[in-house]
């Protein structure tokens, strides 16, 4: 079993940035793959990025590709999504999520096992 705990949400101008952080705890999680997950007011859940086991290997959505970078320090059992230039449409509860199946980066939901409890972004226009 894996817990992951999402920080770093909160409320920003368009154009900020903000860094989210996940925590992760229980099974080794630097084994397996991690992700980025969005879900705003009235919308499905969105796949944001994720990143392969090692790292060496990260996707992005369209939508924040060139905006957001995804990465993670094994050595701590942590996950980052640093977010710069946001935009209204960024406005979601942000989830960290992880597989205890895969190690290579994933875009699916269902490729994953594990959620956090989420962290809510909201930014202002």
């Known amino acids: 079993q894996v817990q992951l705990v999402e920080s770093g949400g909160g409320l920003v101008q368009a154009g900020g940035s903000l860094i989210l952080s996940c925590a992760a705890s229980?099974?080794?999680?630097?084994?397996?793959?991690m992700g980025w997950f969005r879900q705003a007011p009235g919308k499905e859940r969105e796949f944001v990025a994720a990143i392969s086991w090692s790292g060496g290997s990260t996707v992005y959505a369209d939508s924040v590709k060139g905006r957001f970078t995804i990465s993670r320090d094994n050595a701590k059992n942590t996950g980052n999504l640093q977010m710069n230039s946001l935009k209204p449409e960024d406005t979601a509860v942000y989830y960290c999520?992880?597989?205890?199946?895969?190690?290579?980066?994933?875009?699916?939901?269902?490729?994953?096992?594990?959620w956090g409890q989420g962290t809510q972004v909201t930014v202002s226009s």
């Open positions: 999520t992880t597989s205890f199946r895969l190690r290579r980066a994933a875009l699916a939901s269902d490729e994953y096992d594990y």
């Open positions: 229980g099974r080794t999680f630097s084994n397996y793959n």
